[in-house]
């Protein structure tokens, strides 16, 4: 069984900047996609940005340049730097892998205002 522990929400001012972080426990495939979505009230579940085990990424236009993601292999821990946050990106963060199954996160809030 594979489970992921999500961290580093908070509320931050517009223009700040977070740090969210996804620990992964479990079997986990070497082979894999470690994935962060975002859910705003009253909006579908969005994806924000996602990392292969081999290195490819793929943001959302709306973070491009703003949000990097990345991963420690070795520790099965990805991260989301966030950077010139706007409320807009105020949601519930859910950490997201895929292997042959998918898993989720309980979610991290991240609320950003003045």
């Known amino acids: 069984q594979v489970q992921l522990v999500e961290s580093g929400g908070g509320l931050v001012q517009p223009g700040g900047s977070l740090r969210l972080s996804c620990a992964a426990s479990?079997?986990?495939?070497?082979?894999?996609?470690m994935g962060w979505y975002r859910q705003a009230p009253g909006k579908e579940r969005e994806l924000v940005a996602s990392k292969t085990s081999w290195g490819s990424t793929n943001y959302a236009d709306s973070v491009l340049g703003r949000f990097t993601i990345s991963r420690d292999n070795a520790k099965n821990t990805g991260y989301l730097q966030m950077n010139s946050l706007k409320p807009e990106d105020t949601a519930v963060y859910y950490c997201?892998?895929?292997?042959?199954?998918?898993?989720w996160g309980q979610g991290t809030l991240v609320t950003v205002s003045e």
């Open positions: 997201n892998l895929r292997t042959s199954r998918e898993y």
């Open positions: 479990g079997s986990i495939s070497n082979v894999n996609t």
